[in-house]
Each structure stands twice: as structure tokens, then as C-alpha cells.
């Protein structure tokens, strides 16, 4: 078939010659490339104890940690050292999801029992509460008390239960806001819910509830495992003035953690709270002196010269 004078051929030969050349200038650019890469070898930050383990290293950062959220605000607020907080624990199908290493169901019992430790050597003279989501309900998995020993027992039953069905925030809701309705108003009222799912299975109107927690004074706190849902958005919206601050969607393992650990420490009050706030009345036994002796003198005094006399 005759060609064309618009026609091109490429010819084998012509490719055999170009390859060479290309091939070059790829293997200098992978060089260059690993001059300027730097390799950041973590494990090389850990150091052994006198015993061959790294038990030493992993508390020191946990430790570091730790103080990192002390200094994280250093600001001079007035916070409440007397807190209730009910924690709620999304139990249903979701938590089945191995996105969290193992699953987001046994991590999250992992980091309860971590959060519960702290939350008490954080607020010695607080109250919590905690309670699940599965199946349509909520379940109490353990009452209001400030006796963490009490709420880590608790979380070592439901260790051998599966996550199932789906939750329901609005009756979650309620049984928290049950728990919280005797607390004093001295103390601050919370509600921290970790939520698996993107969905939420009400009999109700659950608007009615999230405008009965602010009517309350109850704030909430959401960690969201999935992603940001509408309806916990309103709930931490609607308890925190407008602020998402509480709202936090986890992006790793160690991020959960870190959304965990930063509820330990007291909220700030607010400035509705400041106004209302007056002074406790305290009763101290007070010493008095009477000119002639009581009743209850008198017969201890007649019990004595009994004795004596016998």
C-alpha cells in the first residue's frame, strides 16, 4: 500500500536507540530522587530498659502525652471540678468495621477502660456513667458512680458480647438525660457519645430530645468513627452554644485516642453558668458555754460519782 508524504512510521531500529536514552535519564532521576528522600526511622527513638523490654519508652509517651494536654491550654479559665458524665458507646452492627485495628467495637472498649482510669486521676471527686447502643435501645451498662473500679468491671462483661442491630441516639438520649437529672447544679452536666454509625434508629422526635438536653444545661461531646453525621452535629451545635469544637471525626488510631483523652479534662463554664452561680452553705459544730451544767452533763457527772462510790 503506498505512503502518503503526511504518514509516519516509527521504525524498530529507531526504537532500540531511544530506549537506552530514556532509560537513563529514569534511573538518574531515581537517584536524585533517593539523594533527597529521607527515611524516618521511628523505632530508632525507642530505647531499651535494663530488663530488654521498651515498657519504660511507651510510658514515657504516654506521659508526654499526658502533659501535652495540660499545657495544651494554658489560658486562666474558670472550669468545673465537680462533673457528671454519662458515656455513651455505639454496641450496633457498625462497630463490626475493622477500619480501627482490630475492630472499632474492642478498640473502643480498649480506650474506655484508658479513658475511664484518667477521667478519675483527672476529676477525683466527679461521677460517670455509661451506657449502649444495639439493637434499637439503650442498655445501662453501668450506673452513675465514682468508683471507677465499678465502671471497669462493667466494661469486662460486655467484652464477650457482639455488636448488633442498629442504634438509637433519641433513646440513648433519654436514659442519659434521666441519669443526669438529680446531678446538682453545682456540678457541670456532659454526655461524651462515640458514634460508629451513620445512621440513627428513633421511635421519636429526637429534635425534642437534643431541645430538652439544652434546656437541661447538658452539653455533649461527639467522636464520630466514620464520618461527621448531621444529627450529632445539631446535638453538639444546639448543647455548646454553636460551637463544633466538641465534634471530632477520627482519622487514625492514635487521632482516636487523642479525641478520647482531651474529655478528661474539665470543661470551661460558661459565662450563663458564672452568673448563676452562688455560694454553698456549710455547717461547722460550734462550741458554747453554758453558766449552769445540761441535763446530759449532769447524768454524766451523777455516772461518775456512782462509780467511785461502788
Known sequence: ???????????????????PGRSRARRANAREDAQNFEVTRTWDLLTEDAD??????????????????????????????????????????SMNEKDLRPTRYLLTLLYTETFIREFFEQNPISQLGIVGMRDGIAVRISDMSGNPTSHLAAIQKIRKEEPKGNPSLENALEMARAALFHAPSHGTREILLVFGALHTSDPGDIHRTIDSLVA????????????????????????????????????????????????????????????????????????????????????AAYRVNVRSAG
Do not use: W
Not at 500500500?1 to 530506549?19: N, Y
Not at 504516654?62 to 458515656?87: C, N, V, Y
Open 216 to 299: 437541661d444545661k447538658i452539653r455533649a461531646t461527639v467522636i464520630g468513627l466514620a464520618a461527621q453525621v448531621a444529627i450529632c452535629a445539631e446535638l453538639v451545635s444546639k448543647t455548646n452554644n454553636g460551637n463544633l469544637a466538641n465534634y471530632g471525626v477520627v482519622l487514625h488510631e492514635q487521632h482516636y485516642r487523642e479525641l478520647f483523652m482531651a474529655v478528661t479534662t474539665p470543661p470551661v463554664t460558661s459565662q450563663a453558668t458564672k452568673s448563676a452561680n452562688s455560694l454553698l452553705m456549710m455547717g461547722f459544730p460550734s462550741r458554747t458555754v453554758e453558766d449552769h451544767p445540761s441535763l446530759l452533763q449532769r447524768f
Open 1 to 19: 500500500m503506498p505512503l502518503s508524504g503526511d504518514d509516519f512510521v516509527v521504525d524498530d531500529d529507531d526504537e532500540i536507540l531511544r530506549a
Open 52 to 93: 530488654g523490654t521498651i515498657t519504660g519508652a511507651v510510658e514515657g509517651l504516654l506521659e508526654a502525652g499526658k502533659r501535652k494536654r495540660l499545657l495544651k491550654d494554658t489560658t486562666p479559665l474558670q472550669r468545673g471540678i465537680i462533673r457528671h458524665l454519662i458515656l455513651i458507646l455505639d454496641m450496633s452492627l
